[in-house]
């Protein structure tokens, strides 16, 4: 229906799937790579950065998790578990992928937030600046908000790469 082509089911908590879905990345970066030959060419060395960005408990740490194949990143059903951005490197297939898991970001609201909050805040919208790709995630067994598409109006308005990953889903 979105016309986005076929989805790659996979599962951030067992890690199902995460292997196709590297695989399509860089695939799609090799192609990027050959078209783009009028720009400057990137360098075999170069890291791939990339945020993963979403609301509170969507399942961001448990995909870098799966990812990396360890637990590197404290899981929790506790909301604004992650407060401070990581940053995971991974290789794979010989190509640097730095991942950024960023805390939770939730709908401003006229509650009093504390200040770890909004630094918290702060920082994962900074990462969408210093990368190349934003995986967006969410809950697909929730509707998108208005705040979804904030975030990915940002997200295009950076000229940033995105891929939706839609989590939950099973």
């Known amino acids: 229906k979105l016309n986005i082509g076929d989805p790659i089911p996979i ?3 067992s890690g199902s799937g995460t ?4 695989d399509e990345i860089v ?5 990027l790579k050959k078209s783009n030959k009028r720009k400057k060419e990137i360098a075999p060395d170069k890291i791939i950065k990339t945020a993963i960005i979403g609301k509170p408990n969507v399942g961001k740490s448990s995909l870098i998790n799966s990812l990396v194949g ?8 506790q909301a604004h578990t992650t407060r401070d951005s990581q940053d995971i490197e991974l290789t794979y297939n010989k190509q640097k992928i730095l991942f950024i898991d ?3 970001l939730r709908k401003k609201s006229k509650k009093t937030v504390d ?3 909004k630094q918290s805040v ?9 990368v190349d790709i934003v995986l967006f995630m969410t809950d697909i067994s929730k ?8 975030l990915l109006d940002k997200i295009i308005e950076k000229g940033k790469g995105i891929i939706l990953v839609a989590n939950k889903w099973d």
């Open 19 to 22: 292997g196709d879905l590297l």
């Open 27 to 31: 695939k799609i970066l090799n192609k």
């Open 115 to 117: 200040a770890f909050e």
């Open 70 to 77: 360890e637990n590197r990143v404290i899981v929790s059903s």
């Open 122 to 130: 702060e920082q994962s919208l900074k990462s969408i600046e210093k």
């Open 11 to 13: 599962s951030a908590k």
């Open 102 to 104: 960023t805390a939770g």
């Open 143 to 150: 509707k998108l908000t208005f705040q979804d598409k904030h």
